[in-house]
């Protein structure tokens, strides 16, 4: 980490003026002047100002769910002005990150974290993280159709991986369904039905791995718990990632 940026969360100064005291000279890191593009471990290394040690507090990891409304993109900021994730979540004491995407037009379960190797390990392609969608279709579905979605299908010419797909309830023009992916491809479910001729009229995320949206109400959001952090990190040990990803990658359905 570089030196201004950890005076500036130690609170000593603002980045810009903690700049001016590493060429000042009044910085040191174990006994040496330090220089303006050093880096420094501030758990490890003696960081100094005018003689006087500094450190910073551990930042506390926060891994949180969100019951996302449908109208809201997945990001911490939108150029276009949409309405964006990022206001529902201002009151969370860190500044944290989307685990992966939700379209703009669908809704239920996400979760955000500050923890890079937590959201690494969740979204990677290779945990094959299981995601349970109750997905409302018009205007009906048959036996051949729900066969298509779980064996997989040939989308912008690469076969989606197996599916998990229930009919839960059938009316007059609509099908309600549960489906469950195993991997996290751009608007699978809803490109998946339009190859089928079946038009998406709701798509609720329910559920990540073993982690349920349950009761949370609709533009809510509340901390996991810790049997939920461990459930979703004892689901991920079942892949080897091979490279990280970064958290607001992945999937977007």
Partial sequence: MRIQKILAMAGVASRRKAEELVEAGKVKVNGRVAKLGDKADPKRDVITLAGERISIEEEKLYYIMLNK?????????????????????????????????LD??????????????????IMHPSMKMPKTYRVTVRPDIDDEQVVALSEGMVIEGVKTAPAGVEVLTKETGRVVLRIVLHEGRNRQIRKMCEALGLEVARLKRTAVGPVKLGMLPVGKWRELTAAEVRGL?????????ADKVFAGEGEDE
Avoid: I
Avoid at 73 to 85: A, F
Avoid at 233 to 241: N, V, Y
């Fill in 69 to 101: 409304p449908r109208g809201y993109v997945t990001t911490m900021k939108d150029e276009l002005g949409r309405k964006c994730v990022a206001q529902l979540v201002r009151d969370v004491p860190a500044r944290v990150y989307p685990v992966g995407r």
């Fill in 104 to 121: 703009k037009d669908s809704e239920g379960l996400l979760l955000l974290t500050n923890d890079g190797d937590f959201a690494n390990k």
């Fill in 233 to 241: 990190l004892s689901a991920a040990k079942k892949g080897k990632p």
